[in-house]
């Protein structure tokens, strides 16, 4: 994959330059699109650490989609910007497979860590009681996201190399046969895309269907074992008071078998929105990149001077979506980053002989 394919495609032939159509444009958008992911990403893996809670189950996969995210801005969008503003290759034949290579396990890992982490919160929410071996499992999913990402991501050694293009060195991908290209341009859907959005989906319908029945199963059970927690009681002047009547055994008993059995607790389901929102984003930053590139090596859209630039923008558009993810972490965290800011104002003012008790 590689963000100037379809320019290897279509514009070899062109009777003008193409590399310099709406390039200033271009180039203005992947600088800000950069500079968010790198700004963003980085902010939330600073939050992360300062929080003190980097080793849990959430912020674990958060922190790997992070580094997967802050790979593609600096893999993917930086070099688009150096492509674009010195339009000539300057790597070499070997640097030219290395970057594509790069570049290509880049937005793999950022797809499979989003689905790593879907099928984590299935999990989570699907056997909320198995704890045992929880760390294990995580880093079982991040290490095979990462090892799927780099398998798929060996053809680019083969597939690409340094070419003359209308007498300027490229980088490029040269398939001679329009067939090809719609090969090639099926198979990255389905990997990059298509199948991920089929786990990520199917993994969301089942914690939807799961969520919904604990819930009705929380309204609709009788107390059981004689487990009665509260009993109200009306006074003589009309206020309500609660008493409790089971003894303090049973009511651990009984608060224990309303976790396993009632509702989900409020921190998963925030997770659960959370990672749904960045599941939704990444969805709507791909779609537009893949139904146009499948459009056109499919022959459905006619290539042109006009054409090819918004080619361009759409797929500069695919990075966006690791750009989108840190800003949808802070909306779901307003708290979390507002005390981190708070405490890191705090460092430069005067410590008082209690100010680092809290702190640590």
């Known amino acids: 994959m590689s963000g100037n394919r379809s320019n290897g495609t279509y514009v070899g032939n062109s009777t003008n330059n193409p590399y310099e159509f709406y390039q200033a444009e271009q180039l203005i958008f992947l600088c800000i699109l950069f500079a968010m992911i790198v700004i963003g990403n980085t902010l939330v ?42 339009i000539t290759w300057h790597a070499g034949n070997i640097g030219c497979k290395v970057v594509k290579f790069a570049q290509c396990a880049a937005t793999y890992g950022a797809t499979y860590s989003l689905v790593a982490l879907s099928i984590d919160r299935f999990d989570a929410i699907a056997r909320p009681m198995s704890m045992a071996g929880v ?23 083969f597939m690409y190399e340094e070419q003359m293009i209308d007498n300027i060195p490229q980088c490029w991908m040269d398939l001679k046969d329009p067939w090809m290209w719609q090969l090639y341009m099926t198979l990255v859907s389905f990997a990059v895309f298509i199948i991920p959005a089929i786990i990520i989906a199917s993994c969301y319908i089942i914690i939807v269907v799961i969520i919904w029945s604990k819930s009705s199963m929380k309204f609709k059970s009788p107390p059981e074992n004689g487990c009665s927690e509260k009993t109200r009681c009306l006074s003589e002047n009309g206020s309500i008071t609660v008493r409790f009547t089971a003894s303090s ?15 989900i607790p409020k921190a998963k389901i925030k997770t659960i929105k959370m990672t749904f929102v960045i599941v939704l984003a990444f969805i709507l930053c791909w779609s537009p990149y893949f139904i146009w590139d499948l459009l056109t090596v499919y022959g459905h859209i006619t290539m042109s001077q006009d054409v090819i630039a918004v080619s361009t923008f759409i797929q500069s558009l695919a990075p966006l979506n690791s750009a989108a993810n840190p800003l949808i972490y802070t909306l779901f965290n307003t708290a979390m980053c507002t005390r981190i800011f708070k405490k890191q104002t705090n460092y430069n003012s005067p410590p008082t002989s209690h100010g680092f008790a809290g702190n640590f």
């Open 249 to 263: 055994k049973t009511k651990t008993q009984c608060m224990s078998a309303s976790s396993s059995r009632g509702l």
């Open 45 to 86: 893996l600073l939050a992360i650490i300062s929080s003190g809670k980097r080793r849990s189950r959430m912020n674990f996969f958060m922190i790997n989609l992070a580094c997967a995210d802050l790979s593609v801005g600096c893999l993917m969008v930086l070099t688009d910007i150096i492509w674009k503003a010195t």
């Open 135 to 157: 760390e294990k499992r995580c880093r079982i999913l991040v290490t095979l996201a990462w090892m799927f990402a780099g398998l798929f991501s060996v053809p680019m050694f």
